[in-house]
């Protein structure tokens, strides 16, 4: 017996109200979205960039990552509710976390040891729960590499809770409407050997961004792109996590720390930690350091630092309110990898763009190259 055809009409009055950051590739606003029964609901929408509406490729990726996200249930990592379009762009409806990146609060100095390593704790035990994790539709492992761990995509709310951003250019089982290369995504500084030499990627090359990430968070300074010949690998990677040492820190904690940090950045992939050994040691590290907590620490620094940007954003432009109508056969697809879309109709036809910059796509490309002649 065939099941009945259900047909899902449903009215929503986006209006937003302030910009919470700008780039390249698009932006990232507070809105309030009304819809049927007065049930209001204040989210993050992250829309692409108009002028790369036409790229197909870029559409498809945050397309994807949004399906992606959809399929992820995480205390650490981003949720993601609807994916929509407006004016034929997509846009991705996603919890709102009042705080600020881990590069933003780099830029106050280092931070505190304990609250580091529980920052590294809990991107850990975000990418852990990514690789491992089994799509609830297909029932097949997602086997999620991120590609971009780095502080600026680790999210730090006002009381400490700390969340995995940006899953743009990740790689996954599941059915996928974008290309990936692993050789040709990631920030340079964080990439792991392996990406440079154009091998295969797995999960390590996350293990080693974040390594990369804890001598940044403890060091309160970039780090040096680590040399790709093996006879001065690692002497450069030793040289860095030795400069990190504080005289109050114990030598058998130090020597655990030293000890985690060379793992996790070892040359050879096979040598490092899975991301669940790296949580389980934060954990441990953390708590035998002592001071200053993250929850302690977030609440003394994240505040402040949001107000700053709310003054800075202030007088960036917002898109108008628009009333969207989404009609169609019900289908559940558009965020579990399907192919079949829910059409949306916007009431507002003018959605100025004018501030955002244009991205240039070859930049990455060329620094990539550059980075690697260097080496």
């Not at 979205?33 to 036409?54: D, H, M, T």
């Not at 704790?121 to 761990?149: E, I, K, N, Q």
Request: aromatic share 6%; net charge neutral.
């Amino acid at each position: 017996m065939s099941q009945p055809k259900i047909t899902a009409v449903e009215h929503r009055r986006i209006t937003f109200v302030e910009a919470l950051g700008k780039g390249g590739f698009g932006a990232v606003f507070l809105a309030d979205i009304r819809s049927r029964n007065k049930f209001e609901q204040r989210l993050a929408i992250k829309v692409l960039n108009e002028e790369l509406g036409e790229n197909q490729e870029v559409v498809r990726r945050q397309r994807d990552e949004a399906r992606l996200l959809a399929q992820l249930n995480h205390d650490h990592i981003v949720k993601v509710f609807d994916l929509i379009e407006i004016e034929g762009r997509p846009a991705v409806l996603m919890e709102y976390i009042p705080g600020v990146d881990a590069h933003r609060l780099l830029e106050q100095g280092p931070i505190p040891a304990r609250a580091a390593l529980e920052i590294v704790a809990a991107a850990a035990s975000a990418l852990h729960a990514a690789y491992s994790a089994v799509s609830p539709f297909t029932r097949r492992p997602l086997r999620v590499v991120h590609r971009d761990v780095k502080p600026s995509n680790l999210l730090v709310s006002e009381h400490g809770t700390v969340k995995v951003l940006d899953f743009g250019i990740a790689r996954a089982d599941f059915d996928r409407e974008g290309q990936t290369r692993s050789a040709a995504f990631g920030t340079a500084r964080y990439m792991a050997p392996e990406q440079w030499m154009n091998e295969s990627v797995t999960s390590a090359v996350d293990v080693f961004a974040l390594g990369i990430t804890t001598l940044e968070l403890l060091s309160g300074r970039p780090a040096d792109r680590l040399p790709l010949r093996p006879d001065r690998y690692n002497v450069g990677r030793d040289k860095q996590i030795a400069s990190l040492r504080d005289p109050v820190w114990g030598t058998v904690w130090w020597r655990s720390l030293e000890e985690l940090l060379q793992d996790m950045l070892s040359l050879d992939p096979i040598d490092r930690p899975c991301a669940e050994r790296v949580q389980e040691v934060c954990i441990r590290l953390s708590e035998e350091v002592g001071g200053v907590s993250l929850r302690r620490f977030a609440r003394q620094a994240v505040p402040e630092l949001v107000e700053s940007r709310r003054a800075k954003m202030k007088t960036a432009s917002l898109l108008p309110s628009v009333d969207l109508v989404m009609t169609g056969p019900e289908d559940p697809s558009i965020l579990t990898g399907g192919k079949s879309v829910v059409p949306i109709h916007t009431q507002n036809p003018a959605v100025p763009a004018g501030w955002w910059l244009q991205v240039v796509l070859s930049a990455g490309v060329a620094l990539s190259l550059w980075w690697f002649i260097s080496a």
